[in-house]
């Protein structure tokens, strides 16, 4: 089962691991397609073709193996879904829960991997 979404897909921890050790900077959204996640969805699919620098993924929350993210110490206290974790060189620099708005996700993608460059 995968979300319904035109981002990269993440099924296994493998893949997860995978996907970090191949991009330096990357958004991976960790949910359902539920009404707080969907609109997460929608920002990171208008987002990449701006932010080529950054790999945008997404994994489904009731997966065993998105215990990487749900588990992650980063996530402790979490209560609303989507967690969103930002990766730089493997390392979580920003985890964010429940809905965020495109100006919020843009400022922690500008904060943490720099803005696009034209």
């Known amino acids: 089962m995968t979300l319904d979404t035109n981002l990269t897909h993440i099924a296994s921890a493998d893949e997860w691991k995978k996907i970090l050790e191949e991009n330096e900077n990357v958004m991976i959204c960790c949910g359902r397609m539920g009404p707080m996640c969907i609109p997460v969805y929608g920002i990171m699919e208008e987002l990449e073709d701006e932010y080529k620098h950054v790999k945008f993924a997404d994994m489904l929350f009731d997966l065993p ?6 588990n992650a110490p980063e996530a402790k206290g979490f209560m609303g879904l989507p967690f969103t974790m930002y990766y730089k060189n493997g390392k979580v620099v920003k985890a964010t829960s ?6 919020q996700v ?3 993608l500008d904060e943490q991997f720099g803005k696009p460059q034209n």
């Open 106 to 108: 843009r400022a922690i």
């Open 65 to 70: 193996d998105a215990a990487v993210i749900r």
């Open 98 to 103: 429940s809905i965020q708005s495109m100006e």
